[in-house]
C-alpha cells in the first residue's frame, strides 16, 4: 500500500526527513497553499469592518500582521511582544526592539502597514488611564499573558486554514520568500541570526541611547551587580596584581610581559599574600602567569585577566566553589559570573576567558571545568546587544586627512586609516604588508598573506573598489616610502624605516576617529564601516534603491564594488565574507553589517492604501477629523500618509508637537461622547 | 614435529581453532595477537593513552573533498591543509550521477543536536563552500597581472618563430591559459583523428580540433529506440571544439612537421613545465571566463574534466553545436584578453591576441553533441497537437468506462503541460499535491529526491496561467473522486487523498506514474508519436535556454541542479519573485514552440 506522506501505514507514521540543505525557508510540504489565506487575512485587517474592534481585537491585529507583513516568526515572539514596553516600540523609526530571555536583544524594522496596526494601538491605548504611566506597556492587559496572546493568535490564524503555529510560519515564510523578500532577511527574522544592531539614530541625526542598547557616548545603564565590583570592594590579595598587571595597557614586548610574570611569581613569597589570596586567588594569580609566558597576543591576555578578574572582584567565584563538589553550585556560579556583563558580546568574551581559568584549574586539581555544560550556558547566555557605531565615508576621509597631517609618521598612519576604511583590512595585517603585496601597477591589488586565520589570506583589488581620494593618500604615501633609506621590506613604516606596531596603530587612529567623529569608536570601526557601505553599495545597485544617506561621493566606487562582489545575490554575502577575509558569511552579516535597518527599510515598503472609514478608525476620530489629518484621493489614504498623521497625533496627545496642539482637532478625550467612535465591548 | 616458540604454538593452536569452526582470518589474527600478549615473552606493555590500533580509518570520502581543496588551494598563500576535516559521506549515486558532492549531500550527522558541534560543522561546510567557488579576490584564484604574464610570455612570438620543445610547451601551456585544462588532465592527452576508446581527450594536430569525452550523456545508445533517435536531435558523447587560431597554427605546425613521436615529446615536456603555476592559471580561467558572459557549464566542458564540478548534471542534459561552444567561448575569451592586454600595457609587457583578427563563425563541421534525447521541434509539436485534438471534456455523467478515458487522458495532457511548464523530474519528483500549488501567484512546492537521508524540496515558479489550470484540474479531480466513490466500484485504496493526478486504470484509482502515463498513450494511439523519455522536457528546457542565452544560472536551481549556496539559501540576498521572471519567461516560450495552446 502506497503511503501518504502525511499520514500513516500500518499505524507508523512516517516522519518527514529534515532538508538536506540549510535553507531559510522552512519548506513545510502542503502549506504552500494557505499562502492565498494568509494574504487574505492579513488584507482584511486593512479592510473596512462592522463596528469598531475593541483594542484587545486592533492588538490581536497588529501582532498578526507584525508576523505575516514584517515576518517576524522568531521562536517565543508572544512572549517577547506580550511584555512590550513602549520605548521598544520606536515608532517614529518604524522599529520594533524585541527583547526575548536568553537571546540578545534584536531590532526589527517592520513593514508599513503592520506598523500602521500598532499606531492604531497606541492611539487606543494612549485613552486608558495606565498609559501615564513610565514606560506603560504596548498591549492590552489581557494580552499581557503570553499563553493568551498566544492561544488569541491561533484562533485567528485557524480562520486562514493553518492547522498549528508551526504550520503559520512555514506559509509566512513562503509568503515572503514569493513576494520577494531575500531570503537572508526572512532567516533573520525567523530568529537563525543575530546582528549587531546600529544605533538608534534621532530627529538631529546624533546617536540616541536606548535602554537595551549600551548606549554610545560611553554612557551605560546601570547594572547594579556591576556597580558592585567597583575597585573599593576588591578582596586585599587583588590590589597587588592588579598593581603589576597595569603593564599590559601599555604596549610591550615579550620580554616586558616575562619580567610582570616574575613579579607576580614573587608575590607568592609573602606569606600574607598567599593567606589573603586563598585557593582562588593562587590559581588566579599562577594563570596569568602561563598566560603571560604564552604565545597569545597582549590584547587577548588583557582581556582574559580582566574579564576573570571582576568576576574574582565580585566575589562570584570563590574558595567555597572551588572546594564544592555540586555541579548545579558551580553551574550557577558560572552563569552569576557571566551576568556580571550587560551586553551579549561581553557575556560571551567572559564565558571563554571563564572556562580557559577552568581548564588551568583542572589541571591543577580541581575539576570543575567537567561540571559544566558550557554549550548550553553559552546558548542561553542572553544579554543586550552592543551598538556599533557606523562611521560614514566622509567621516573616514577626515580622520584619514587629519592623521596626515600628523609629523613625522601620519603619512603612514593615513594610508592604515585608508587600507582599513577603504579595504577592510585589520590593523595586524596591514602592518604584515611587503612590498611585494602592495601592486600600484596591478591597479593596487593588495595581497594579503599574513592574517589572523588561514581564510584571512587574500587579494584585495583597492583600485577597483576605493574612492580617488583614497587612492591619492596610498599614492603619496608610497612616494614617501620611496624616498625612505631602509632595507626593510615591510610596506607600511614610520619615518625611521621601523615598522609600525598593530596596538600603536590601533591606538592612535582610534583617538583621531573619537576627536574627528566625537562617536566611541576604534580602529576596528573602520573595518566595519567598510563592510558596510560595500554591502549597501552593492544592494542599492542590484535593487535599484536610492542610494544610501550617509554615502555621498566619499563612499566607495559603486561599480566596482559590483564588479568584485559580483552580480549573483545568491553569493554576494558568500563573495564580501570572502574579501574582509572571514571563514564564513554568518560572522559577516552578525558583525559587520551596520546598515541592516535601512536595508530592512526598504525591503519592507509594503504599499496599501485604506479607507477613509478605516483611516478615521486607526487615527481614533470621527471619519470627518480624519479628512482633516490625512489626504485622500477618491475615498482612500496611502499607508505611508495614515502613518505620518498617527505619528502627529500620538505627539499631540502626548503634548509635545506645538503644530499638532495648534491644530483644530481636539484630543480624544475631549471629544464630546458622539463624535467618539464607539466602542465595541466585550469578548473579541 | 615439536614448536620451538610460544609463537608457533599460538600459530599452531589458532589454525586447529580455524578449521574446526570456521572462524575469519581477521578474528583468529586477533585472538593471536591477545595470546601473545598473556603467552609471550611479556614484552608487550599496554598504554592507555596510546593510539588504538582498532582506530577507524578516516573517510574515504573525506580525503576527496580534501584533495578537491587542496587541489584548489594555493600552496604558497594558504595552508588549511592540516586542519581541514571533512567528514561526509558519498552522495547517493543518483545525486552522484548528476554531479552533486558530498558536500552538497550533508546528512544527518550535519545536523547534530549539539548546538556547538552543529556551528562547528556549519562553520566547516561554509568554509568548503568559500572555497568551492573560488572567486575573484580568493587567495588561491590567478589575477589578471599572471594571466598577463603567461600571454606576454607564450604569444608574444610568431607560431612560426618557435621551434621544438618550446612549440610542443606553448600548445600544452596555451591549452591551459586559453581552456582551463589542469596539468593533471593535460597528462591525458593523446593524438588522434577522432574520438578514441583509451582516452577521454583527443587532440586532432591537422585539423586542430580538440575532442573531449563528456562524462554522461542522458541515456546511453542500448537503452534508446529508434524511434526516439529519429525524433530526436542528433548526440554524441564526444565534445569538439576547434581551437583558437594561434593554438591552431601551432597545432598544424607540429603536424606538419612529422616530429617524431609528437607525444611522448609531449609527455616529457609537460613533465618539466612548472605544474604548480600553471596549474593556478587552468583552475582560475573557467571563473574568469564565467564572468566574462560563458556559460558555466561550458566554461566546465571546455576544461575537460568534470570532477568535483556543479555543472555535471546540466552537461548531461544539453545539446549543443560546436559552433556554438566556440564562440561562446570566443566571446567571453575576447573580453577576457582586453582585460589582459590593459594589464600588459600597464606592466609594459607586450602582447599579442590569440584569437586572432577575426574570427569569423564557419558552418562546416558544425556537428552536434551532448545530450541524444532533445526532442526535434517540428516532431513534438506533431505529437502535441494530436494529444489536444484527442481530448475531450470528461462527463461525469456518461459511463464509467467514458469518464475514465476522457479522465486519463485530460490527466496525461495536463501532467504533460505542466513538465513543460516547469521541467519537472518524471520520476523523481513525487506527484504534486494538493496544498502544493499557489494559484494567485504562481508557484509550485516540489518534493524532490525521495532520498534515504532526508529531502529536498524548492519552491517552482509557474505562468499564472498554468498555475490557474493545475487548480482547476485539481477541483475537477474532486469531482472525478466523488462519482468513483459515488457511484462506482472502483477501488480507490491506493490513491492518496491529497494527490492532485490520477489515473484510472483496471478498475482502480492510481497516482499518475511513469508507466501508467505510457500505458494511457499506448491506449488512445498516441504511444508512437511520444517515443522520448518523459524527463525530455528538462533536455528540451536546458538546451534551448542556452541557445536563446537565457541566465542558465538562474534556471538550474528551479530544475532541482541545485549547488550551494542555493537561492534560497540562508546567506542568500536573491528577491525569488525577480529570480522566477526567466523561469516563467523561459516556460511560456518553450510551452508556444512546444505546440501547446494557451488554456
Known amino acids: ?684 | 614435529m615439536a614448536l620451538a616458540t610460544t609463537s608457533e604454538l599460538i600459530r599452531s593452536a589458532l589454525r586447529n581453532y580455524r578449521t574446526q569452526t570456521g572462524v575469519s582470518g581477521s578474528t583468529a589474527a586477533s585472538y593471536a595477537a591477545r595470546l601473545r600478549v598473556v603467552l609471550g615473552e611479556q614484552r608487550h606493555r599496554i598504554r592507555p593513552g596510546s593510539r588504538s590500533a582498532t582506530r577507524r580509518a578516516s573517510h574515504p570520502t573525506a580525503a576527496r573533498v580534501l584533495a578537491a581543496i587542496r587541489q584548489r588551494e594555493d600552496i604558497g598563500v594558504s595552508a588549511t591543509r592540516t586542519r581541514s576535516r571533512l567528514h561526509l559521506p558519498n552522495a547517493p549515486p543518483d545525486a552522484a550521477r548528476e554531479g552533486e558532492g558530498a558536500i552538497d549531500w550533508v546528512p544527518a550527522q550535519f545536523w547534530t543536536r549539539s548546538p556547538a558541534h552543529a556551528r562547528r560543522a556549519q562553520w566547516r561546510k561554509q568554509h568548503a563552500t568559500m572555497s568551492r567557488l573560488a572567486f575573484q579576490h580568493d587567495s588561491r584564484t590567478a589575477q589578471l597581472a599572471d594571466y598577463a604574464s603567461a600571454h606576454s610570455r607564450l604569444f608574444s612570438r610568431a607560431p612560426r618563430a618557435i621551434t621544438g620543445d618550446q612549440r610542443i610547451s606553448t600548445l600544452i601551456e596555451g591549452l591551459a591559459v586559453v581552456y582551463g585544462m589542469t596539468p593533471s588532465t593535460l597528462t591525458t592527452l593523446t593524438q588522434g583523428s577522432g574520438p578514441r576508446d583509451d582516452s577521454d581527450l583527443v587532440i586532432d594536430f591537422r585539423e586542430g580540433r580538440l575532442w573531449i569525452r563528456l562524462p554522461r550523456v542522458g541515456y546511453n545508445n542500448d537503452t534508446l529506440s529508434q524511434a526516439c533517435a529519429e525524433a530526436s536531435r542528433s548526440g554524441s558523447d564526444w565534445a569538439s571544439v576547434p581551437l583558437v587560431p594561434y593554438l591552431r597554427d601551432v597545432a598544424r605546425l607540429l603536424h606538419t612537421q612529422q616530429e617524431p613521436a609528437i607525444m611522448r615529446s609531449f609527455a616529457e615536456v609537460t613533465r618539466k613545465i612548472e605544474r604548480r603555476r600553471l596549474a593556478r592559471l587552468a583552475r582560475s580561467l573557467p571563473g574568469w571566463l564565467t564572468r566574462c558572459g560563458l556559460p558555466g557549464v561550458l566554461a566546465s566542458l571546455l576544461t575537460g574534466d568534470f570532477d568535483y564540478t556543479p555543472y555535471l548534471a546540466t552537461s548531461a542534459y544539453i545539446n549543443v553545436s560546436e559552433q556554438h561552444v566556440r564562440m561562446a567561448h570566443v566571446s567571453a575569451f575576447r573580453c577576457f584578453e582586453a582585460q589582459i592586454a590593459a594589464e600588459c600595457r600597464r606592466r609594459a609587457w607586450t602582447f599579442a591576441s590569440v584569437l586572432g583578427p577575426g574570427m569569423a563563425p564557419s558552418l562546416s563541421g558544425n556537428r552536434h553533441f551532448g545530450s541524444r534525447i532533445v526532442p526535434l521541434t517540428g516532431r513534438l509539436q506533431q505529437a502535441i497537437q494530436a494529444l489536444e485534438t484527442r481530448r475531450r471534456e470528461a462527463r461525469l455523467g456518461g459511463s464509467l468506462t467514458a469518464l475514465a478515458r476522457a479522465w486519463n487522458l485530460t490527466a496525461v495532457y495536463t501532467w504533460f503541460r505542466l513538465s513543460w511548464a516547469a521541467a519537472l523530474r518524471p520520476c523523481r519528483d513525487p506527484v504534486v499535491r494538493r496544498g502544493d500549488v499557489e494559484p494567485e501567484t504562481g508557484w509550485i512546492f516540489v518534493r524532490d529526491k525521495d532520498s534515504p537521508f532526508s529531502r529536498e524540496s524548492r519552491l517552482v515558479p509557474l505562468a499564472l496561467r498554468d498555475a490557474q489550470l493545475l487548480e482547476r484540474f485539481a477541483h475537477d479531480g474532486d469531482r472525478v473522486r466523488v462519482r468513483l466513490r459515488a457511484m462506482t466500484r472502483t477501488a480507490m485504496d491506493q490513491l492518496a487523498d491529497d494527490a492532485v493526478f490520477f489515473l484510472v486504470v483496471d478498475g482502480r484509482a492510481r497516482s499518475l506514474s511513469a508507466q501508467l502515463v505510457r500505458l494511457v498513450l499506448q491506449q488512445e494511439g498516441l504511444g508512437d508519436l511520444f517515443p522520448w523519455p518523459l524527463n525530455a522536457p528538462r533536455h528540451y528546457w536546458l538546451t534551448r535556454a542556452l541557445e536563446l542565452e537565457m541566465p542558465i544560472d538562474q534556471i538550474e536551481p528551479f530544475i532541482g541542479h541545485s549547488h550551494e549556496p542555493l537561492p534560497w539559501g540562508s546567506l542568500s540576498l536573491v528577491s525569488l519573485k525577480r529570480l522566477s521572471e526567466t523561469m516563467r519567461r523561459l516556460g511560456t516560450i518553450l510551452l508556444r514552440e512546444a505546440g501547446f495552446r494557451a488554456e
Open chain 1, 1 to 684: 500500500v502506497r503511503s501518504n506522506e502525511n499520514g500513516d501505514t500500518g499505524g507508523r507514521v512516517r516522519q518527514t526527513p529534515p532538508q538536506r540543505r540549510e535553507l531559510a525557508l522552512r519548506l513545510g510540504h502542503g502549506t504552500l497553499s494557505l499562502v492565498p489565506q494568509v494574504r487574505r487575512l492579513a488584507k482584511s485587517f486593512l479592510g473596512t469592518s462592522a463596528g469598531s474592534p475593541c483594542l484587545e481585537a486592533v492588538a490581536l491585529r497588529a501582532v498578526i500582521g507584525t508576523i505575516v507583513w514584517s515576518g517576524l516568526t522568531l521562536p517565543s515572539l508572544c512572549e517577547a511582544l506580550s511584555g512590550l514596553r513602549l520605548h521598544q516600540l520606536e515608532f517614529d523609526n518604524g522599529v520594533l526592539v524585541l527583547t526575548r530571555s536568553g537571546f540578545p536583544t534584536q531590532r526589527f524594522h517592520l513593514d508599513p502597514r503592520s506598523l500602521v496596526l500598532w499606531g492604531w494601538v497606541l492611539l487606543l491605548r494612549a485613552q486608558e488611564p495606565d498609559w501615564k504611566e513610565v514606560d506603560p506597556p504596548v498591549l492590552p492587559a489581557r494580552w499581557r499573558d503570553p499563553r493568551r496572546l498566544r492561544a488569541g493568535v491561533e484562533k485567528i490564524i485557524a480562520t486562514a486554514g493553518s492547522r498549528s503555529w508551526t504550520v503559520f510560519n512555514s506559509a509566512v515564510q513562503q509568503l515572503l520568500a514569493c513576494d520577494g523578500v531575500p531570503p537572508f532577511v526572512i532567516w533573520r527574522r525567523s530568529g537563525q541570526l543575530f546582528v549587531t544592531p546600529e544605533p538608534t539614530v534621532g530627529s538631529s541625526g546624533v546617536p540616541v541611547p536606548t535602554v537595551n542598547c549600551v548606549a554610545e557616548n560611553g554612557r551605560k545603564p546601570a547594572n547594579r551587580l556591576a556597580i558592585a565590583t567597583s575597585a573599593s570592594a576588591s578582596p586585599s590579595w587583588r590590589p597587588p596584581v592588579k598593581q603589576i598587571l597595569r603593564g599590559l595597557r601599555r604596549p610591550g614586548s615579550r620580554h616586558f610581559r616575562r619580567r610582570m610574570a616574575a613579579d607576580l611569581e614573587t608575590l607568592f613569597h609573602d606569606v600574607r599574600w598567599v593567606q589573603e589570596a586563598g585557593i582562588i586567588g593562587q590559581l588566579y594569580c599562577r594563570w596569568v602567569i602561563v598566560l603571560l609566558r604564552s604565545q597569545l597576543r597582549q590584547n587577548s591576555i588583557r582581556a582574559y585577566t580582566a574579564r576573570v578578574g571582576r568576576i574574582l572582584d565580585a566575589a562570584v567565584v570563590s574558595d567555597p566553589i572551588m572546594a564544592s563538589d555540586s555541579p548545579a553550585d558551580v553551574i550557577a556560579c558560572v552563569r552569576r559570573g557571566v551576568e556580571l556583563y550587560h551586553t551579549h558580546e561581553s557575556r560571551r568574551s567572559a564565558l571563554r576567558a571563564l572556562r580557559l581559568f577552568f581548564v588551568f584549574a583542572a589541571e591543577n586539581g580541581y575539576p570543575h571545568n567537567r561540571m559544566v555544560t558550557w554549550h548550553r550556558i553559552a546558548r542561553t547566555i542572553g544579554g543586550a546587544a552592543r551598538a556599533e557605531p557606523l562611521l560614514s565615508s566622509a567621516e573616514i576621509r577626515a580622520a584619514a586627512t587629519a592623521l596626515g597631517r600628523i609629523e613625522p609618521e601620519g603619512v603612514a598612519l593615513a594610508a592604515a586609516a585608508v587600507l582599513a576604511g577603504c579595504g577592510g583590512l585589520r590593523r595586524a595585517e596591514l602592518c604584515c604588508l611587503t612590498l611585494a603585496d602592495v601592486q600600484p601597477v596591478s591597479n593596487w591589488t593588495i595581497r594579503i598573506r599574513r592574517s589572523k586565520t588561514k581564510a584571512g589570506a587574500r587579494q584585495v583589488p583597492l583600485g577597483t573598489l576605493a574612492p580617488s581620494w583614497a587612492l591619492d593618500i596610498l599614492e603619496t604615501y608610497h612616494a614617501f616610502r620611496a624616498t625612505l633609506a631602509t632595507t626593510s621590506k615591510t610596506w607600511l613604516v614610520m619615518g625611521s624605516g621601523a615598522a609600525l606596531d598593530p596596538d600603536v596603530i590601533g591606538g592612535r587612529i582610534a583617538r583621531m576617529l573619537r576627536a574627528v567623529t566625537g562617536k566611541p569608536a576604534g580602529f576596528h570601526s573602520l573595518r566595519r564601516a567598510c563592510a558596510t557601505w560595500w554591502l549597501v553599495c552593492w544592494i542599492s545597485i542590484d535593487r535599484g534603491w536610492e542610494s544610501h544617506p550617509d554615502l555621498p561621493a566619499d563612499g566607495p566606487f559603486a561599480a566596482g564594488v559590483r564588479a568584485v562582489l559580483g552580480n549573483d545575490p545568491s553569493i554576494a554575502l558568500w563573495s564580501l565574507a570572502r574579501l574582509l577575509g572571514h571563514v564564513t558569511p554568518i560572522v559577516t552579516v552578525e558583525r559587520y553589517v551596520l546598515a541592516l535597518d535601512w536595508i530592512e527599510a526598504h525591503v519592507f515598503a509594503g504599499e496599501g492604501r485604506i479607507t477613509s472609514r478605516m483611516a478615521a478608525e486607526m487615527l481614533a476620530v470621527t471619519e470627518r477629523q480624519a479628512r482633516n489629518l490625512v489626504e485622500f484621493h477618491k475615498g482612500s489614504a496611502t499607508v505611508d500618509a495614515l502613518l505620518t498623521a498617527q505619528r502627529r497625533r500620538l505627539r499631540f496627545l502626548a503634548g509635545d508637537d506645538d503644530t499638532s496642539r495648534r491644530s483644530r482637532v481636539r484630543p480624544i478625550s475631549q471629544c464630546t461622547a458622539s463624535a467618539v467612535p464607539e466602542r465595541r465591548s466585550g469578548p473579541c
